[in-house]
């Protein structure tokens, strides 16, 4: 009896859930229209010191977060930043968690095929890591048979890893920064990352470690710099992005905030 | 830089590390009601006459305790997400509907207590006697006062210890939703000690936290224990 009740219950909380879900259907049907950006949410992965990390108050700081608000006050929006992680970063975009991605990402070929890349605005080289006592320049791909090479997983350094040293062994961590935490345990031999974030690292980290070698970078691998993701129907908004990156460099203010936070060019071509 | 500056400098991580405290609770308490109420009903459901409802039901608990708790959270984070994409679509809508990751934590880690709490209600359901319903229901008392008043309470002195054991698991299991990008207490703890590259001072900082909430729930478990309790020897 009870159960006949319960059953017949759930039967009605179907139909009333039913009702509700067109309620709610009916309340987020909105005609389609061009779209006027007021507000852009910006996903980042902040762990990626200096660019981008997360401070004591949980605030995400760093160079592109502060280039990007400078970026927004010229295109008249107000932004906001999202934590994500790297590993879904791009599909997040696509499901609509945020409008654009400004998180040193390479602009690739593969990546060119989901989404659509502002305008480079930034090239920096980059490096092989290793512990400070490991005094060897030789990266060639014969001397590090075997050695442990750690990088950021979904990264064109992942891609150039096991593109050219398919001898060593490849460990891939879901953080910017853990490689290089794992280096300074001892847990790796090399790390391969971008040249600043390496060279922030080692002076926190007073010096455990030391930048073994460039590397040259393959244009198919790591692509012409750094650029900002969207999604390919947000044209109007790369536009306004990509525009807003010529005036920063026409009156001189990228170059302000960039040599405030770094001692070498990286604004590339 | 001391521990002690780390966590209560004027540029400590204690903030954030006690807002994640508090996304933690608030995650663990949200899933109690709809988690254990769920599992109630998923254990009344189980005694029903029809064959296909009860398969449906053991289907269904067999499911959720065979998974990973992990791999249910991103199947209820990305399948449900794609399921009102798709049912927006349908019904012809240009809205979008988030799925935030907290409530798609309170969603998948409910569905997982519920498959696991239906197992200790069934116990306690088979052990009030029939005769009590039965005695309250000749008293002239309506059928949810019978439930309330006479069959609850003394479910509850047989559930409790295996509900405060389930409890005690969803509490910890709150810290996978550190992987959906939301600052509860572990992922507040790892973000610190990314940025300091000390980690032990906060892993060290968070199993206390972590210890003292353990700490209250054993002890307001054993109060309610006492409490259902009253009456027996």
């Given at each position: 009896m009870a159960i006949a009740r319960l059953v017949s219950a759930f039967r009605a909380a179907t139909i009333m859930g039913g009702l509700a879900a067109l309620g709610l259907a009916a309340l987020l049907a909105a005609p389609a229209q061009a779209k006027e950006w007021k507000t852009v949410r910006i996903g980042i992965d902040a762990t990626y010191p200096p660019f981008e990390s997360v401070n004591a108050k949980g605030e995400i700081v760093g160079w592109e977060v502060d280039y990007a608000n400078?970026?927004?006050?010229?295109?008249?929006?107000?932004?906001?930043?999202?934590?994500?992680?790297?590993?879904?970063?791009?599909?997040?975009?696509?499901?609509?968690?945020?409008?654009?991605?400004?998180s040193s990402m390479s602009i690739t070929p593969p990546r060119q095929k989901l989404v659509?890349?502002?305008?480079?605005?930034?090239?920096?080289?980059?490096v092989f890591v290793g512990p400070a006592s490991n005094k060897s320049n030789d990266v060639t791909s014969a001397s590090m048979k075997g050695k442990?090479?750690?990088?950021?997983?979904?990264?064109?350094?992942?891609?150039?890893?096991?593109?050219?040293?398919?001898?060593?062994?490849?460990?891939?961590y879901p953080g910017?920064?853990?490689?290089?935490?794992?280096?300074?345990?001892g847990r790796l031999d090399y790390t391969v990352t971008s040249l600043i974030v390496a060279t922030t690292f080692i002076e926190k980290s007073n010096g455990c470690c030391r930048v073994v070698a460039q590397i040259d970078p393959p244009l198919d691998i790591f692509g012409p710099g750094t650029g900002s993701a969207f999604r390919k129907e947000d044209a109007d908004l790369r536009a306004m992005f990509d525009k807003a990156v010529a005036e920063m460099d026409a009156d001189g203010s990228y170059k302000a905030l960039a040599d405030k936070y770094f001692k070498i060019n990286i604004r590339g071509k | 830089m001391?521990?002690?500056?780390?966590?209560?400098?004027?540029?400590?991580?204690?903030?954030l590390l006690l807002k994640g405290a508090l996304v933690t609770i608030a995650l663990a308490l949200t899933t109690v009601p709809f988690g254990f109420g769920a599992g109630l009903l998923l254990a009344v459901l189980k005694m029903s006459p029809s064959r296909a409802l009860r398969a449906a039901c053991d289907a269904y608990t067999t499911f959720f305790r065979g998974i990973p708790d992990l791999l249910a959270l991103f199947l209820v984070y990305f399948g449900l997400q794609a399921l009102i994409d798709k049912a927006g679509r349908l019904l012809g809508l240009s809205g979008h509907f988030e799925?935030?990751?907290?409530?798609?934590?309170?969603?998948?880690?409910?569905?997982?207590?519920a498959a696991y709490s239906s197992e200790v209600w069934i116990a306690s359901l088979a052990a009030v006697p029939p005769g009590q319903g039965e005695a309250a229901k000749s008293l002239g008392l309506s059928r949810p006062q019978v439930f309330i008043l006479v069959t609850l309470p003394q479910l509850?002195?047989?559930?409790?210890?295996?509900?405060?054991?389930?409890?005690?698991?969803?509490?910890?299991?709150?810290?996978?939703i550190s992987t959906l990008a939301v600052t509860d207490l572990l992922r507040a703890a790892s973000e610190a000690?990314?940025?300091?590259?000390?980690?032990l001072v906060f892993y060290s900082a968070a199993t206390a936290l972590y210890l003292a909430f353990s700490l209250v729930s054993n002890l307001a478990q054993t109060w309610l224990e006492r409490r259902a309790n009253r009456g027996y020897a």
């Open positions: 400078e970026l927004c006050k010229r295109m008249k929006v107000t932004c906001t930043f999202q934590n994500q992680d790297w590993d879904g970063i791009i599909p997040a975009l696509i499901a609509g968690k945020f409008d654009m991605i400004m659509d890349f502002s305008v480079p605005y930034y090239f920096i080289p980059p442990t090479i750690g990088t950021q997983s979904s990264t064109t350094f992942a891609n150039y890893l096991e593109k050219f040293y398919p001898g060593a062994e490849i460990k891939l910017g920064d853990e490689p290089q935490i794992e280096l300074a345990n | 001391s521990w002690y500056a780390l966590l209560f400098g004027p540029d400590g991580w204690s903030g799925l935030s990751a907290f409530v798609a934590g309170v969603i998948a880690l409910s569905v997982v207590a509850a002195r047989v559930a409790l210890p295996g509900l405060g054991n389930i409890w005690m698991v969803l509490m910890k299991d709150t810290s996978l000690s990314r940025a300091t590259t000390r980690p």
